[in-house]
T-cell receptor
Framework: RKEVEQDPGPFNVPEGATVAFNCTYS??????FFWYRQDCRKEPKLLMS???SGNEDGRFTAQLNRASQYISLLIRDSKLSDSATYLC????????????FGKGTLLTVNP | DTGVSQDPRHKITKRGQNVTFRCDPI?????LYWYRQTLGQGPEFLTY????????KSRLLSDRFSAERPKGSFSTLEIQRTEQGDSAMYLC????????????FGPGTRLTVL
């Protein structure tokens, strides 16, 4: 089993739709969790850190479920500019904080 | 621009040649990471520095790869005797020691080995 697995996608949604991505992790010692956004041929950009209590930033909501070992990202009222690959990343206690990434999920928002 | 910078942005080389990439982290960040990303995959960890000390190397990092961070500032990643399988995007990230340690990535160096 891969250490971090994401919905394989791709996701194609119309503008204004709500879309959710899930990510599961296998290492119960995982400590910090992140969502990154990556545009084609660009670097990953930090979208959100994911906190135990869940957190929201505008149209984006991230949730963490430690018992089931998954994190989620919800995008409401999606925009054309949200089209990108969304990567989840985790780091583990004692791992020197290196990030382990999922493969990413490609989102295309259509007009 | 106070973000992470990398140079060069693109490198095309012939198999067997040596290449060196440079990363300048965000100035107050003392953690520096190198990752490699191939098409359709997420970034994979290569190596990690805290200040000038290289504290971890991935098994992905064969003995043809070497990284340095003299004086705890910029870092270089050298690949000797490049192979076609080394073609990838090489990403550098930096973070603070304290807190959640959010990592911020540079624009990457895209390496093509012919």
């Amino acid at each position: 089993r891969k250490e971090v697995e994401q919905d394989p996608g791709p996701f194609n949604v119309p503008e204004g739709a709500t879309v959710a991505f899930n990510c599961t992790y296998s290492n119960s010692a995982s400590q910090s969790f992140f969502w990154y956004r990556q545009d084609c041929r660009k670097e990953p950009k930090l979208l959100m850190s994911v906190y135990s209590s869940g957190n929201e930033d505008g149209r984006f909501t991230a949730q963490l479920n430690r018992a089931s070992q998954y994190i989620s990202l919800l995008i409401r009222d999606s925009k054309l500019s949200d089209s990108a690959t969304y990567l989840c990343a985790v780091n583990s206690r004692g791992s020197n904080y290196k990030l382990t990434f999922g493969k990413g999920t490609l989102l295309t928002v259509n007009p | 621009d106070t973000g992470v910078s990398q140079d060069p942005r693109h490198k095309i080389t012939k198999r067997g040649q040596n290449v060196t990439f440079r990363c300048d982290p965000i100035s107050e960040h003392n953690r520096l990471y190198w990752y490699r990303q191939t098409l359709g995959q997420g970034p994979e960890f290569l190596t990690y520095f805290q200040n000038e000390a290289q504290l971890e190397k991935s098994r992905l990092l064969s003995d043809r790869f070497s990284a340095e961070r003299p004086k705890g500032s910029f870092s270089t990643l050298e690949i000797q005797r490049t192979e076609q399988g080394d073609s990838a995007m090489y990403l550098c990230a930096s973070s603070l020691v304290i807190g959640v340690s959010e990592q911020f990535f540079g624009p990457g160096t895209r390496l093509t080995v012919l």
